[in-house]
């Protein structure tokens, strides 16, 4: 079967790869290997957005190399979204003072606080625009979808129920939500093929480029 890949960036790498020795992942060799070998993958779009320094001053230095690594894959397609990082005032649930040893209740107890906002916009959008274009142009005869967010609980529905194409839902988390699970035609869970699908370190790149894994990775 002719199959399109489409990947949810953050949803992955908050889900499954965050925190883990795993994010050095090669979309192709995953893909590959958990998917039917009667899967002919044509093309994997991944859908992700520049992160902020204002967090981490690594993290868009490591994103690039990250991103560098995914263009040397074959028929692999990145769709960006935008970041945005913004200084917010919250509601505070349950306001405490963190120490170095224990948190405490803060005295007096403050109802807001400002803090750091992150939002990532235009991802999930654009991947479900895709999928629901690609699906009535005749781009695939069965689709791939990479995510955990509900959001895209529509576009999906859409491809299964009115373009009757199939949909593997390869899912980040061990309890894929349930709006997502009634609708795909099959499930597969990533979980027991990330270790195996990494990059080598380095990946050679064009003009033989070494693209070397972060070192907090």
Request: proline residues 7%; aromatic residues 8%; contains cysteine.
């Amino acid at each position: 079967m002719k199959t399109i890949v489409y990947v949810d960036g953050f949803n992955l790498y908050y889900r499954a790869l965050k925190g883990t020795k795993h994010k050095w992942l090669n979309l192709h060799a995953l893909c590959e290997v958990v998917l039917p070998k009667n899967c002919d993958i044509v093309a994997i779009n991944y859908y992700t957005a520049r992160v902020s320094s204002r967090i981490d001053p690594d993290s868009p230095k490591d994103q690039n190399t990250y991103l560098k690594a995914l263009k040397t894959l074959p028929n692999l397609n990145i769709h960006l979204g935008n970041f945005q990082a913004k200084n917010k005032m919250m509601f505070l649930v349950q306001p405490v003072e963190f120490t170095p040893s224990s948190q405490v209740q803060a005295q007096p107890n403050p109802r807001y606080a400002k803090v750091i906002k992150t939002e990532e916009k235009g991802s999930d959008v654009n991947l479900g625009v895709h999928l629901v274009r690609d699906a009535f142009t005749g781009a695939f005869e069965h689709a791939a979808i990479i995510t955990n967010d509900t959001d895209l609980k529509e576009p999906l529905r859409i491809v299964v129920e009115e373009a009757k194409l199939p949909i593997t839902l390869l899912t980040p988390v061990a309890q894929p939500a349930e709006d997502l699970k009634k609708i795909a035609t099959h499930i597969r869970h990533l979980s027991a093929y990330l270790g195996v699908s990494q990059f080598p370190d380095p990946v050679i790149g064009q003009d033989e480029q070494h693209i070397t894994k972060p070192a907090n990775w």
